[in-house]
Nanobody
Framework: QVSLEESGGGSVQAGGSLRLSCVII????????VGWFRQIPGEEREGVAT?????????SDSVKGRFTITKESGQNIINVYLQMNNLQPEDTATYYC??????????????????????WGQGTQVTVSP
């Protein structure tokens, strides 16, 4: 069974930085992709940044050049990080870590989001004030 747990959210002023972390247990990154999504109340969850088994990354246009996704893979444990720089008020959202072993390419996960076989974390709040 896969488990995902995020940490690192918080409140910052515009222009500041935060680093989100996600510990994933039980996920086979050798065949799938993991990444970060975010959601504002009343809106759909959107892809932010994803990474696949080959290390290829994909980003939404709104965060390119400001956010960086990285991963560290161990035996049965994956740590996924999202370094967020130059944060803006429009980045305020709940950020979710997610993965899907059936989506092999980072771009697929970013656009399609995890399917029925995927998994989500509980989310961590990021608030950016003007």
């Amino acid at each position: 069974q896969v488990s995902l747990e995020e940490s690192g959210g918080g409140s910052v002023q515009a222009g500041g930085s935060l680093r989100l972390s996600c510990v994933i247990i039980g996920f086979r990154l050798d065949v799938g992709s993991v990444g970060w999504f975010r959601q504002i109340p009343g809106e759909e969850r959107e892809g932010v940044a994803t990474i696949d088994s080959g290390g290829d990354t994909s980003y939404s246009d709104s965060v390119k050049g400001r956010f960086t996704i990285t991963k560290e893979s161990g035996q049965n444990i994956i740590n996924v990080y999202l370094q967020m720089n130059n944060l803006q008020p429009e980045d305020t959202a709940t950020y979710y870590c997610a993965g899907d072993s059936g989506l092999r390419r980072s771009q697929e996960l970013l656009v399609l989001r995890p399917g029925p076989g995927g998994a989500w974390g509980q989310g961590t709040q990021v608030t950016v004030s003007p």
